[in-house]
């Protein structure tokens, strides 16, 4: 009896311990953290491009009401026309304000109206360029899993507050509570694949595939939002992107267990000396040469089109089809490439792709023309972000204490400085130059930029095993608890599959 009793608890000690052990290896899963994050990108871009067929008529309707059916549709047939070419992300769309005050002289609307669309989009840009930096030094403090999670909670509020608003003033709250939960999304998430990947050729392909979920987002917020609107109403498609959001949120606690991190006992570089790194400086200024490209060619090109070409509605509606597909097959496939050749050569040769085909788009003569440079552009793009995200990582390692916030803070400033600045300065330099010349300049920018991508081919460099960039405060901090961080990921090795 006592011998059956025994083996009983044994084999209910066996399962239990094989149940902890299952658990434990799903938590410490390289790739279901890869597969968190991306679906958290993924999440976030499709909220943020969900709003373009929607938010402008809806601005209206708030306006104006139901009255003069008539004039609603004019105007909501000339937004939708300027709206749906900006199936990418943050957006200020200028285009639509300067073509909907062109059409206010004829009646059509008034000068408010587009004032409130142009400020609505812009409003996330701004508020995600002022909390980079912030949630930069936050994951300092406390990690990564905890800035995502905040992340995905804050796009959780922002759905909601974008379903059940009735008024104009929630709206832009909703935008602005969006930029803060898209910074520490993307931060977090990079943060966090960085950290959970040492090994510089494993990080190169995993981060690739991460940030094939801003593209993905992309690809699908625009048609889902538009369908939505359309034959459901407006709350529904933010509804449903809410369930999603909460989903991930449960997942994170439930795989992630957010918690600080033991990696925060590390005194963290000072900003000053990262944004003082020439390999980072150069890195992050490559992003922000070729992303510029795409952040003022968006909001110009459609009035462009509209000036030069007769098209059809739905054909406006896909312009930017093929460079979302190029953004993610860079980010996808490129990855491992650019470990292999070398990522300085991949991202001077991208800036190059981006160059040559900003070049190109003016000499389309018909809408078929666009498909190549704007695919070659979305490509560029994407093997640029995907040789340069880990070459931070690898930076932050070779010279600095490895604690990766701050630097993908500094990078998402460069993305955000793009997509607020740019347009703007671009929507004021189309009116002097003309479109053509302003989006020649900037392939010329990314050409003449491209041979300093040179200077980074030494920051690869495997002989540099230690920081070497770090004030003298901060090494024996380093030396001392680095080696429980190295053990760490050393004990958790055989479970990132």
Same mark, same amino acid.
């Not at 052990?21 to 390289?30: A, K």
């Not at 040469?289 to 030069?308: F, G, I, K, R, Y």
């Not at 002989?463 to 961080?485: R, T």
């Given at each position: 009896?006592?011998?059956?009793?025994?083996?009983?608890?044994?084999?209910?000690?066996?399962?239990? +311990?094989?149940?902890?052990?299952?658990?434990?290896?799903?938590?410490?899963?390289?790739?279901?953290?890869?597969?968190?994050?991306?679906?958290?990108?993924?999440?976030?871009?499709?909220?943020?491009?969900?709003?373009?067929?929607?938010?402008?008529?809806?601005?209206?309707?708030?306006?104006?009401?139901?009255?003069?059916?008539?004039?609603?549709?004019?105007?909501?047939?000339?937004?939708?026309?300027?709206?749906? #070419?900006?199936?990418?992300?943050?957006?200020?769309?200028?285009?639509?304000?300067?073509?909907?005050?062109?059409?206010?002289?004829?009646?059509?609307?008034?000068?408010?109206?587009?004032?409130?669309?142009?400020?609505?989009?812009?409003?996330?840009?701004?508020?995600?360029?002022?909390?980079?930096?912030?949630?930069?030094?936050?994951?300092?403090?406390?990690?990564? #899993?905890?800035?995502?999670?905040?992340?995905?909670?804050?796009?959780?509020?922002?759905?909601?507050?974008?379903?059940?608003?009735?008024?104009?003033?929630?709206?832009?709250?909703?935008?602005?509570?969006?930029?803060?939960?898209? &910074?520490?999304?993307?931060?977090?998430?990079?943060?966090?694949?960085?950290?959970?990947? =040492?090994?510089?050729?494993?990080?190169?392909?995993?981060?690739?595939?991460?940030?094939?979920?801003?593209? #993905?987002?992309?690809?699908?917020?625009?048609?889902?939002?538009?369908?939505? @609107?359309?034959?459901?109403?407006?709350?529904?498609?933010?509804?449903?992107?809410?369930?999603?959001?909460?989903?991930?949120?449960?997942?994170?606690?439930?795989?992630?267990?957010?918690?600080?991190?033991?990696?925060?006992?590390?005194?963290?570089?000072?900003?000053?000396?990262?944004?003082?790194?020439?390999?980072?400086?150069?890195?992050?200024?490559?992003?922000?040469?070729?992303?510029?490209?795409?952040?003022?060619?968006?909001?110009?090109?459609?009035?462009?089109?509209?000036? #030069?070409?007769?098209?059809?509605?739905?054909?406006?509606?896909?312009?930017?089809? =093929?460079?979302?597909?190029? @953004?993610?097959?860079?980010?996808?496939?490129?990855?491992?490439?650019?470990?292999?050749?070398?990522?300085?050569?991949?991202?001077?040769?991208?800036?190059?792709?981006?160059?040559?085909?900003?070049?190109?788009?003016?000499?389309?003569?018909?809408?078929?023309?666009?498909?190549?440079?704007?695919?070659?552009?979305?490509?560029?793009?994407?093997?640029?972000?995907?040789?340069?995200? =880990?070459?931070?990582?690898?930076?932050?390692?070779?010279?600095h204490v490895a604690m990766y916030g701050t630097v993908y803070s500094i990078v998402q400033v460069a993305v955000s400085l793009a997509y607020s600045?740019?347009?703007?300065?671009?929507?004021?330099?189309?009116?002097?130059?003309?479109?053509?010349?302003?989006?020649?300049?900037?392939?010329?920018?990314?050409?003449?930029?491209?041979?300093?991508?040179?200077?980074? +081919?030494? &920051? $690869?460099?495997?002989?540099?095993?230690?920081?070497?960039?770090?004030?003298?405060?901060?090494? $024996?901090?380093?030396?001392?608890?680095?080696?429980?961080?190295?053990?760490?990921?050393?004990?958790?090795?055989?479970?990132?599959?």
């Amino acid at each position: 009896m006592d011998l059956a009793l025994t083996l009983r608890s044994d084999h209910g000690l066996f399962i239990m +311990r094989e149940e902890q052990s299952i658990v434990w290896r799903i938590q410490h899963s390289g790739r279901i953290i890869v597969s968190l994050v991306y679906f958290s990108l993924f999440l976030d871009n499709v909220l943020l491009t969900v709003v373009v067929p929607i938010i402008p008529d809806y601005l209206y309707k708030l306006e104006h009401g139901k009255s003069n059916q008539t004039e609603k549709d004019s105007l909501r047939y000339d937004l939708d026309n300027d709206t749906a #070419t900006t199936v990418n992300n943050s957006r200020i769309f200028v285009g639509i304000v300067a073509y909907i005050e062109n059409r206010s002289s004829e009646g059509i609307t008034q000068l408010d109206l587009p004032e409130q669309i142009g400020l609505f989009f812009a409003t996330k840009a701004f508020v995600q360029l002022v909390a980079n930096t912030l949630v930069g030094q936050f994951t300092n403090r406390v990690g990564y #899993t905890i800035p995502l999670l905040v992340g995905s909670l804050t796009l959780l509020i922002s759905s909601l507050l974008f379903a059940l608003e009735r008024n104009v003033a929630l709206l832009f709250v909703a935008r602005g509570v969006q930029g803060i939960g898209s &910074a520490c999304t993307a931060i977090g998430g990079m943060a966090l694949v960085a950290d959970r990947y =040492p090994d510089d050729k494993d990080r190169s392909k995993v981060m690739g595939i991460a940030m094939g979920g801003i593209a #993905t987002g992309v690809l699908v917020g625009y048609p889902f939002g538009g369908v939505m @609107y359309n034959f459901v109403g407006k709350a529904s498609p933010f509804l449903i992107l809410a369930g999603l959001i909460f989903l991930n949120v449960v997942l994170q606690f439930i795989i992630l267990q957010p918690r600080v991190a033991p990696e925060t006992m590390l005194q963290p570089s000072p900003l000053k000396l990262l944004v003082a790194d020439p390999y980072i400086l150069i890195a992050c200024g490559a992003v922000w040469v070729s992303t510029s490209a795409m952040a003022v060619l968006e909001p110009c090109l459609p009035v462009w089109l509209m000036d #030069t070409m007769e098209l059809p509605r739905w054909q406006l509606g896909t312009v930017f089809v =093929p460079d979302s597909v190029g @953004y993610l097959l860079g980010t996808n496939l490129f990855g491992s490439v650019a470990f292999r050749i070398g990522r300085w050569l991949a991202a001077l040769v991208s800036l190059l792709v981006v160059g040559v085909c900003a070049l190109g788009v003016p000499l389309a003569t018909r809408m078929v023309h666009l498909i190549v440079p704007h695919f070659g552009l979305g490509l560029g793009i994407g093997i640029t972000d995907a040789a340069l995200m =880990p070459l931070l990582a690898h930076v932050v390692d070779t010279r600095h204490v490895a604690m990766y916030g701050t630097v993908y803070s500094i990078v998402q400033v460069a993305v955000s400085l793009a997509y607020s600045i740019a347009p703007l300065v671009g929507g004021v330099l189309v009116q002097w130059v003309g479109f053509p010349w302003l989006i020649r300049s900037l392939g010329i920018l990314n050409i003449i930029y491209s041979p300093l991508c040179f200077l980074l +081919r030494k &920051a $690869e460099s495997k002989e540099e095993d230690k920081p070497i960039v770090m004030d003298s405060s901060l090494e $024996e901090s380093y030396q001392s608890i680095g080696k429980l961080i190295s053990y760490s990921r050393f004990f958790n090795e055989d479970v990132e599959g």
